[in-house]
């Protein structure tokens, strides 16, 4: 490379000396031998250009190849991405279609198409209303169990509340001991249970269910499990006992309405 920067750089001193000649002498088809040196000389320029511009025009089509291939790249990671979620929506519409099937008070399936905006807010639109033949107070599942209730309903939406949210409440009861309480939410991802006696023994994993005598819910859906217990509760009258939804609502698009 110092080699052919060295003879481009006497070559251009010399195609300077001989177009300064020229320039003062005018023509020089009387002096062929500086015809002959001077063609020599462009095409020695010519070369050495040539030579030293090979690199930069390689790099410039490995630049090009590679933005080339990037957006291809991006194109492939695209389609795979699709992919990946239309196997996932079909695995979640399969687990819906096998829960319409155990159900025979099913009304509709909804799609979640927003959620409400304040904090304590813990609602959800659905894509179906009146004219799907939901109807306000329907039970609304999905395939890990109670979401919530509908509680709004228009012709072509309906506004469900979360069983978490402070004005949720159900009739419950844990599934192994039988012992029955009222599930209310608490305004955040959890719920407790209202009016458990502080020597009925409960037990971290608990599952805890629906038992159908409000009126409401049918029996039998599964709501959460314990997670947490205090014997103390307050003021020494009830336990504190904590349940955690088996449904996260951050997690929630797809679900059944059932009467």
Same mark, same amino acid.
């Not at 599952?207 to 959460?224: A, Y």
């Not at 336990?239 to 679900?255: G, H, M, R, W």
């Given at each position: #490379?110092? $080699?052919?920067?060295? &003879? ?12 300064? +000649? ?35 025009? $390689? #790099? ?8 080339? &291939? ?29 829960? $319409?099937?155990?159900? $025979? ?13 304040? +904090? ?17 107070? #329907? ?55 209202? +009016?458990?006696? +502080? ?9 805890? #269910? ?18 947490? !217990?205090?014997?103390?509760? !307050? ?20 679900? !059944?309405?059932?009467?």
């Amino acid at each position: #490379m110092v $080699r052919k920067k060295a &003879l481009l750089f006497f070559v251009i001193i010399a195609v300077f000396i001989l177009m300064t +000649y020229q320039s003062k002498h005018g023509h020089v088809g009387s002096l062929p031998f500086l015809n002959t040196l001077l063609d020599a000389t462009q095409s020695a320029v010519s070369s050495v250009t040539d030579s030293l511009s090979r690199p930069f025009r $390689r #790099m410039a089509l490995r630049e090009e190849e590679n933005i080339r &291939l990037k957006k291809r790249l991006d194109g492939l990671l695209l389609e795979q991405g699709k992919l990946q979620e239309a196997v996932l929506e079909n695995k979640r519409l399969k687990e819906l279609l096998k829960l $319409r099937e155990n159900h $025979r008070n099913y009304v509709a399936a909804a799609r979640v198409v927003s959620r409400g905006s304040g +904090y304590w807010d813990h609602t959800f639109t659905l894509d179906k209303g009146t004219l799907d033949g939901v109807a306000k107070d #329907m039970t609304v599942i999905t395939p890990l169990g109670l979401a919530g209730k509908i509680i709004r309903v228009s012709d072509s939406y309906a506004t469900m509340l979360w069983v978490s949210d402070i004005n949720f409440s159900a009739a419950v009861r844990i599934q192994d001991s039988r012992r029955e309480a009222v599930l209310s939410g608490t305004g955040s991802r959890l719920c407790v249970l209202k +009016y458990m006696p +502080y020597e009925e023994k409960v037990k971290q994993g608990d599952v805890v #269910m629906t038992s159908g005598f409000d009126s409401f819910f049918p029996p039998g859906i599964p709501v959460g499990y314990v997670s947490k !217990i205090d014997v103390q509760g !307050i003021g020494g009258n009830f336990q504190y006992v904590e349940v955690t939804p088996f449904q996260d609502s951050a997690k929630l698009e797809e679900v !059944i309405i059932v009467r």
